[in-house]
């Protein structure tokens, strides 16, 4: 089993429709969240980054962490097709313990 | 630029030659981190420095893999004899300090083994 699970996709919504991608993680010392958004040839780009529990917004993007239930999310609302992109979770753990481990990445395109 | 910057952007090579891929990370980051990414996954780690000390290096997948960062600024991955196994994208990251900043990626070198 993987540390951290991602549904690989694709997951293709209507322009406007609220986006859900989420990750699953095993890990318990994991204690930053982040998320990342990659276009194709183009390296991950950091678009929400949290650390403990709790919730984070920016914007149309809302980042959710259950550190009880091990999950995390990530919220787009009103989505454009400048979101189609692949999503990417990623945790890392206590200060110290550098290493990000990152999710297989979801595949998200928004139809216009 | 402002970004992390890397070169080649491709390399094609043949078996058994050694290459080596250079990473420039954002002015001023302390910490430095390569990774690898194969095709519809998620980078895995390899290693990471603070300044010019390699902290972990666990992720290396064998001793033809090795990086240095002689001046704390940029820094070279080097594969020795490599094999077609090798052929991914390799991703540099920095950081402007060690535990909680976050790491900012550049756009890979893509590693192609023939």
């Known amino acids: 089993q993987k540390e951290v699970e991602q549904d690989p996709g694709p997951l293709s919504v209507p322009e406007g429709a609220i986006v859900s991608l989420n990750c699953t993680y095993s890990?318990?010392?994991?204690?930053?969240f982040m998320w990342y958004r990659q276009y194709s040839r183009k390296g991950p780009e950091l678009l929400m980054y949290t650390y403990s529990s709790g919730n984070k917004e920016d914007g149309r993007f809302t980042a959710q962490v259950d550190k009880s239930s091990k999950y995390i999310s990530l919220f787009i609302r009103d989505s454009q097709p400048s979101d189609s992109a692949t999503y990417l979770c990623a945790m890392s753990g206590r200060q110290g313990a550098q290493k990000l481990v990152f999710g297989q990445g979801t595949r998200l395109t928004i139809n216009p | 630029g402002a970004g992390v910057s890397q070169s080649p952007r491709y390399k094609v090579t043949k078996r058994g030659q050694d290459v080596a891929l250079r990473c420039d990370p954002i002015s001023g980051h302390v910490s430095l981190y390569w990774y690898r990414q194969a095709l519809g996954q998620g980078p895995e780690f390899l290693t990471y420095f603070n300044y010019e000390a390699q902290q972990d290096k666990s992720g290396l997948p064998n001793d033809r893999f090795s990086a240095e960062r002689p001046e704390g600024s940029i820094s070279t991955l080097t594969i020795q004899r490599t094999e077609q196994r090798d052929s991914a994208m390799y991703r540099c990251?920095?950081?402007?300090?060690?535990?909680?900043?976050?790491?900012?990626f550049g756009d890979g070198t893509r590693l192609s083994i023939l």
């Open positions: 890990n318990s010392a994991f204690q930053y």
């Open positions: 990251a920095s950081s402007a300090t060690g535990g909680d900043q976050p790491q900012h």
